[in-house]
């Protein structure tokens, strides 16, 4: 008989339990993919907010913020034009008057989220929780039940997922931003990373305020919406909320680049 210690009895069940950690890990992470907009656009156009091929829709996210929010809501009175701001339920508790001046002003309020946080961590109960709470206070604000949810981040894990289904929630994200929460951020470069992406039944993604960014950034979206309303405009296609975007219609393969690529020409409003 070889020296050599040899294991008796059951063999022990760290393979199946090591299985079920990667499947759940699997599960959690992998709808985080449809973040890279290139496979989101092409496999899950109606999450990447395409809709109706004659019409942008403009959305606003991380607010709502007394500081910046109110400049926005002016500077869409002045463009006539309404858009979606996608709230943080933490924040619309705190400032529950502005997000009642934001429906006031005939804009369509949609969940953002409970905090701006980062969901790596499967915390199924939690998330369903939060969730649920920030979309009750949205409807409350609103009036009536909200219909989209953005993830902070864009990350759309699966327990952010089946939180979204619990609450009654649409997931919807962005086909277009322009980056505009970095130091770096102004109102042509903006301008410029939204045209470079953005299609007749597009959704584009900017921010009204800078709490999740640069310091200062929000002036960077603020002076690009003169220009994008403008472009969209001569291009023949309405802007408006995510209500009026049809994104279940679908949306037509193909349409043309608004701005027409990277070399494309960028509205001299944006300065």
């Known amino acids: 008989m070889s020296g050599r210690w040899r294991a008796t009895g059951p063999a022990r069940p760290w393979p199946a339990a090591g299985a079920a950690l990667l499947l759940a890990g699997t599960a959690q992470v992998l709808p985080a993919g ?21 019409h942008v829709a403009l959305t606003f996210d991380d607010g709502p913020d007394p500081r910046t929010t109110p400049r926005f809501l002016d500077a869409l009175d002045g463009l006539a034009v309404r858009a979606t701001f996608f709230v943080l339920g933490e924040r619309l508790a705190h400032h529950w008057d502005l997000g009642r001046e934001i429906v006031r002003r005939g804009h369509e309020l949609a969940v953002h989220g409970w905090t701006h946080d980062r969901p790596w961590r499967p915390s199924p109960l939690r998330e369903s929780r939060r969730l649920s709470l920030a979309a009750h206070l949205v409807a ?9 949810y953005r993830p902070p981040y864009g990350i759309l894990t699966g327990d952010r997922l089946a939180a979204a289904r619990t609450a009654g ?21 903006v301008l410029d990373l939204l045209l470079r992406d953005l299609r007749g039944g597009g959704t584009a993604l900017l921010h009204d305020t800078d709490r999740e960014g ?3 950034c929000w002036r960077a979206a603020l002076g690009a919406l003169p220009g994008l309303v403008a472009v969209c405009r001569e291009a023949g296609l309405a802007v408006g909320p995510l209500g009026e975007h049809e994104v279940t219609r679908g949306h037509r393969r193909g349409a043309r680049l608004i701005g027409g690529g990277p070399s494309g020409p960028a509205d001299p409003r944006a300065r």
């Open 34 to 54: 449809t973040w890279l907009p290139g496979p989101r656009c092409a496999l899950f156009p109606a999450l990447a907010g395409l809709g109706r091929p004659d």
């Open 140 to 148: 409350q604000a609103y009036g009536d039940a909200p219909l989209w």
């Open 169 to 189: 929630l649409r997931p919807v994200l962005w086909s277009a931003w322009g980056r505009d929460w970095t130091s770096r951020a102004t109102a042509r470069s």
């Open 214 to 216: 640069a310091p200062g």
